[in-house]
C-alpha cells in the first residue's frame, strides 16, 4: 500500500510537468487550432540557456527569470517571423515548419552544448524523503512551481484585462480585431507565453532525468496525451489530463508494463480516449456551422 | 501526340533508370540506388495520406519497421525465399493500418499526427520488449542474407536487388497513379480540401480516410521489407522515431500531392545527409530542419512542383490534376 501511494505521488510529480506543457499546447491549439510540435524541443532549449546562466555563475533562481524573458521573447518572435506569414497556409505547412523547428533546436542544442547527458540543479536541494517519506524535496518544490504557474496563468486569464483580451483574441478574432484588440500581437503574446511555460517545465523535470537534447520528446507525448484526455478544448481539462498521465504512466510503469514499455502507454492512452471519449474528460463536443 | 511523346519519354526515362545504374554503378552505389527505391516507396506511402488525402502521420516510420520486421522474422526464422514476405508484409502493414486509422481518423484536425507521433515512439521500445525477443531478437536485431539472381541470370546479388526493387515499385508506382488520377483520387482531394463539401457529395469521410491510411501503410511496410533485404539487418535503433520524421520530411521537400515528388523524396533523404555533412560538420540535422522550413515558404509544392516548372511536355497535364 505504501508502495502504491508512493508511486501515485510521485506520479503526481512529474504529473505537474506534463500538465504545463499541456497547458501550453492548449493555449496555442486555442488561439490557433495548431498544435506545437516543438513545444518540447524549445522548452528544452531554454533549459540549456538556464544551464549556461547557472555555469556563468548567476543564482539559481536570477538564471530562472532570466530564462522566463529568454524563452518568452523567442517564443514571441517565432511566431511573429515563422508564423505570422504563414497565417492562412494549409495545415501541412505549418507542420512542416513545426518539425523544422522541432529538428533545428534538437540539433543546434547538441551542437553548442553537446549531446551527453548534464546534470541539472534542483534549487530544493537534495535531502531525504518528506511528507511521511513519500516525496523527495525536489518533487515537493516543483509540484509546488507547477500549481503556482497553473493558478496565476488561470488569474492572468481570469482577472487582467490582457487575459481577457487574448481570450476573445482566440474565440473571435475578426470581431477582436473590429473592437481593437491587437490580435496578431495577441496571438505572440500567447506564443511567448507558451514558451516560458514550457521552459518552467523543462527546468523542473531537467534534475529528474537529467538534460540531453532529446529529454523532452518523452514529457511532449505525455503531455499530448494528457491534453487529449483532459479534454484538448479546455485548459483546466488539459491540466487535470496532465496531472492524471503521470500517475497512470507511475502506476503502469511499476506494476503492469515495466520502464521498458512506458513509452507505449502514451499511445494507449491516446487511442482509448480517441475511441471512448474523443472529446476527453472535461472538453466540449465542437459543432461546427456549415 | 504530344501526350505521346511525354509518356514515350517518360517510358525511356524509367528503363534507362532501371538499367543504367547495373552497368555503371559500384556494389556500394547499388546499395544507394536500392535505399532509393525503398525510400521513394515509403515516401509514396506517406504522400497518399498526407499529400493527397491531407491527413498528416508523422509515424510511417512505424509502418517501415513492420515491414522490415516482418521480412526478416519470416527469412530468419523459417527459411522462406525474400519475395514471398512482401505479400505477407504488405497485408500485415495495411491491416495495423486500418486499425489504428479507424480510432484516429474518425476525427477531423491533428489527431491522426498526434496518435501516429505516439506509435513512432513506442514500436522501437516493443520491438525491445522482453516478451517478444523469441521473435525479434531484442536489442540485438536480426541478421538476413541478401538473395543471389534466379534462373542464372548474369547478375550479382546487389543487381539483381536493384531491379527486383525497382520492378516492384515501378508496379506499385502505377497503382498508386492510377488510384490519385481516378475517382478515388478526387474523393481524396476533396476530403483534403473541402471535407464538408465532400461529405455532403455522399463521401463516406471516415471510411475512405482509413482505407487510404491503410493502402498508405501497406506501401511503407513493402519499402522497410525491401529495405530490410538490402541492409541485410533490422534492428529497433535503426526504426527510431527519428526514421517517421525522415520519411515526413522527404515527402514534404519532394512534394505533397505528386507521384513523382515521392522520388524526389527519396532522393533528398538518401543523399542530402552527406551534403548537410559538408555545410555543418556539427549539425546536419539543423540544416535539414533549415530546409525544410525554407521550402514551406519558398516552394510549398516541393522539388516535384519547380522541376513541373522545367519539364517541357508534361507540364500543363501534370498541373491540371
Known amino acids: 500500500m505504501d508502495g502504491l501511494l508512493h508511486q501515485v505521488f510521485s506520479g503526481l510529480a512529474t504529473g505537474g510537468i506534463y500538465a504545463s506543457v499541456a497547458l501550453a499546447l492548449v493555449m496555442i491549439y486555442q488561439a490557433t487550432h495548431h498544435i506545437n510540435f516543438a513545444q518540447g524541443e524549445m522548452a528544452m532549449f531554454s533549459t540549456y540557456i538556464a544551464l549556461a546562466l547557472i555555469n556563468a555563475g548567476l543564482p539559481y533562481w536570477v538564471a530562472f527569470a532570466a530564462t522566463l524573458v529568454f524563452s518568452f521573447a523567442m517564443g514571441a518572435i517565432i511566431q511573429r517571423v515563422l508564423l505570422q506569414p504563414l497565417a492562412n497556409a494549409p495545415v501541412l505547412a505549418l507542420v512542416g515548419v513545426f518539425i523544422g523547428m522541432m529538428l533545428i533546436f534538437n540539433n543546434t542544442a547538441g551542437w553548442i552544448f553537446s549531446y551527453t547527458l548534464k546534470p541539472f540543479p534542483s534549487p530544493f536541494g537534495e535531502g531525504g524523503p518528506m511528507v511521511g517519506g513519500m516525496l523527495s524535496p525536489h518533487e515537493l518544490g516543483s509540484t509546488c512551481v507547477t500549481l503556482g504557474v497553473l493558478l496565476s496563468v488561470w488569474a492572468f486569464f481570469r482577472f487582467t484585462r490582457l487575459g481577457l483580451a487574448m481570450r476573445a483574441a482566440a474565440y473571435n478574432p475578426v470581431s477582436s480585431q473590429l473592437v481593437g484588440i491587437p490580435v496578431a500581437r495577441m496571438l505572440a503574446l500567447g506564443w511567448g507565453l507558451a514558451a516560458a511555460i514550457g521552459a518552467i517545465a523543462g527546468m523542473m523535470v531537467a534534475p529528474v532525468v537529467f538534460l540531453d537534447p532529446n529529454m523532452m520528446a518523452g514529457v511532449l507525448l505525455y503531455a499530448f496525451a494528457g491534453a487529449l484526455l483532459g479534454g484538448i478544448t479546455n485548459p483546466l481539462g488539459a491540466v487535470i489530463g496532465g496531472f492524471l498521465v503521470g500517475v497512470i504512466e507511475n502506476i503502469g510503469g511499476a506494476y503492469i508494463v515495466g520502464t521498458g514499455l512506458k513509452l507505449s502507454l502514451a499511445l494507449v492512452i491516446i487511442v482509448a480516449v480517441l475511441v471512448l471519449k474523443p472529446s476527453g474528460l472535461f472538453g466540449k463536443t465542437l459543432a461546427s456551422r456549415v | ?321
Request: hydrophobic share 55%; net charge positive; glycine share 10%.
Open chain 2, 1 to 321: 501526340m504530344r501526350i505521346m511523346s511525354s509518356r514515350l519519354v517518360l517510358v525511356l526515362l524509367v528503363l534507362a533508370m532501371a538499367v543504367v545504374p547495373l552497368f555503371v554503378s559500384s556494389g556500394y552505389q547499388l546499395f544507394q540506388f536500392t535505399m532509393v527505391v525503398a525510400y521513394a516507396l515509403a515516401v509514396l506511402g506517406v504522400n497518399l495520406v498526407t499529400g493527397y488525402n491531407g491527413q498528416i502521420s508523422l509515424g510511417h516510420g512505424a509502418f517501415y519497421a513492420i515491414g522490415a520486421y516482418v521480412t526478416a522474422i519470416m527469412m530468419d526464422h523459417w527459411d522462406l525465399p525474400y519475395w514471398s514476405t512482401l505479400p505477407v508484409a504488405a497485408v500485415i502493414c495495411a491491416g495495423v493500418g486500418f486499425l489504428l486509422g479507424l480510432p484516429a481518423l474518425r476525427l477531423g484536425g491533428l489527431y491522426l499526427a498526434l496518435t501516429t507521433l505516439a506509435l513512432a515512439a513506442a514500436v522501437p521500445q516493443l520491438l525491445k520488449y522482453d516478451l517478444f525477443e523469441g521473435w525479434t531478437g531484442g536489442v540485438q536485431g536480426i541478421s538476413i542474407i541478401k538473395p543471389d539472381a534466379p534462373f542464372g541470370l548474369p547478375l550479382n546479388a546487389d543487381q539483381w536487388l536493384y531491379l527486383f526493387s525497382f520492378a516492384v515499385a515501378v508496379v506499385l508506382f502505377i497503382s498508386a497513379w492510377n488510384l490519385v488520377n481516378g475517382r478515388i483520387g478526387r474523393a481524396l482531394k476533396a476530403i483534403r480540401d473541402q471535407p464538408l463539401a465532400a461529405e455532403a457529395m455522399g463521401i463516406d469521410l471516415a471510411q475512405l480516410k482509413t482505407r487510404t491510411f491503410a493502402a498508405s501503410a501497406m506501401y511503407t511496410g513493402i519499402a522497410g521489407s525491401i529495405a530490410a533485404i538490402a541492409v541485410q539487418f533490422v534492428s529497433p535503433d535503426s526504426f527510431a522515431s527519428a526514421l517517421s520524421i525522415t520519411l515526413f520530411v522527404g515527402m514534404v521537400v519532394g512534394g505533397a500531392a505528386s507521384i513523382s515528388g515521392a522520388v524526389f523524396g527519396a532522393l533528398f533523404i538518401q543523399f542530402i545527409p552527406n551534403i548537410a555533412d559538408q555545410v555543418s560538420k556539427a549539425a546536419p540535422g539543423a540544416v535539414y530542419g533549415l530546409i525544410l522550413i525554407v521550402f514551406m515558404f519558398v516552394a510549398p509544392g516541393g522539388i516535384a512542383s519547380l522541376v513541373r516548372k522545367w519539364w517541357p511536355a508534361g507540364g500543363s497535364r501534370a498541373r491540371s490534376t
